[in-house]
């Protein structure tokens, strides 16, 4: 199984592992091909200033961040959709929504979405972290973590689990 990463607007597949020999882990895409991979602090086109772009603020190796990404093939915006087109675009570079980081190894490593974040007080929770901290554990066979709304810390962490067969 090789895994592959692309997005329709950025008109086929961006990166992916390869035949050389991977180790799996959760997330790992591998590999830009023919495009550019950012992983930048900035999440949105609306943060960016009129003079800077995604690359401007690039995390280091192994920090996560916002993916972003160039491509010659990247779409130049929305069918009849100027607002939806500004909110992802800028320039030639193309916001994602999906968080993740590259690591040592220069493969980039998914794990998550933007609008899948929980926003605990202001600290970021990545759900996708807590299902796989809760199904470590060898009574859960699986996990679902989500944000519930909380009226003074915005929203708190609530996860729906299923218990192995054998639990009691």
Not at 39 to 63: I, M
Not at 64 to 84: A, K, Q, S
Not at 92 to 101: A, I, L, V
């Amino acid at each position: 199984v090789w895994n592959v990463y692309g997005i329709t607007e950025t008109g086929s597949w961006v990166a992916g592992t390869n035949r050389e020999a991977v180790s799996p882990k959760s997330g790992l895409v591998g590999k830009g091909w023919g495009g550019r991979i950012l992983v930048s602090s900035c999440g949105s086109t609306a943060e960016l200033d009129s003079s800077a772009q995604p690359a401007a603020l690039e995390v280091p190796r192994g920090e996560r961040g916002h993916i972003w990404l160039r491509t010659p093939c990247v779409m130049r915006g929305y069918l009849n959709d100027e607002e939806l087109t500004r909110e992802v675009m800028s320039g030639s570079w193309f916001y994602t929504g999906d968080t993740g980081y590259m690591d040592d190894t220069d493969d980039l490593v998914l794990v998550g979405r933007t609008g899948s974040e929980i926003n605990k007080g202001g600290t970021k929770v990545y759900p996708e972290d807590v299902d796989l901290a809760l199904e470590r554990h060898p009574d859960i066979r699986e996990a679902c973590a989500f944000g519930v709304e909380d009226p003074v810390l915005g929203e708190n962490v609530a996860a729906a689990v299923v218990f192995n067969a054998e639990t009691n």
